[in-house]
């Protein structure tokens, strides 16, 4: 069993910066795939990014490529996603998720955190 809590979200201003952090029990980090999630209002949820710590090139979705980055700590077994030059459209309730499988389709993430909200105001 595998359990997520994340922490960091908040409410910050288009162009400011934010760092989401996601601690794990249950497993170490780099035998997990781990993802971040978002979901905006009226939306249906997407991936932002992904990987498997540290032996995997990241994944991240277009919308946020040269903006985010997503990283890990074995050591406190804690993923990260740095979130910089933000925009109102990333404004969203954002999932920590993970899976047991290598490089897993989006389906098979079935470990999630309780979500934590960034808002961006313009």
């Known amino acids: 069993q595998v359990t997520l809590v994340e922490s960091g979200g908040g409410l910050v201003q288009a162009g400011g910066s934010l760092r989401l952090a996601c601690t794990a029990s249950?497993?170490?980090?780099?035998?997990?795939?781990m993802a971040w999630f978002r979901r905006a209002p009226g939306k249906e949820r997407e991936i932002v990014a992904s990987?498997?710590?540290?032996?995997?090139?990241?994944y991240y979705t277009r919308f946020v490529k040269g903006r985010f980055t997503i990283s890990g700590d074995n050591a406190k077994n804690t993923l990260y996603l740095q979130m910089n030059s933000l925009k109102p459209e990333d404004t969203a309730v954002y999932y920590c998720?993970?899976?047991?499988?290598?490089?897993?389709?989006?389906?098979?993430?079935?470990?999630w955190g309780q979500g934590t909200q960034v808002t961006v105001s313009s």
């Open positions: 990987i498997r710590w540290p032996t995997t090139t990241p």
């Open positions: 998720a993970a899976s047991m499988g290598i490089f897993p389709p989006r389906s098979e993430y079935n470990y």
């Open positions: 249950g497993r170490s980090l780099s035998s997990l795939s």
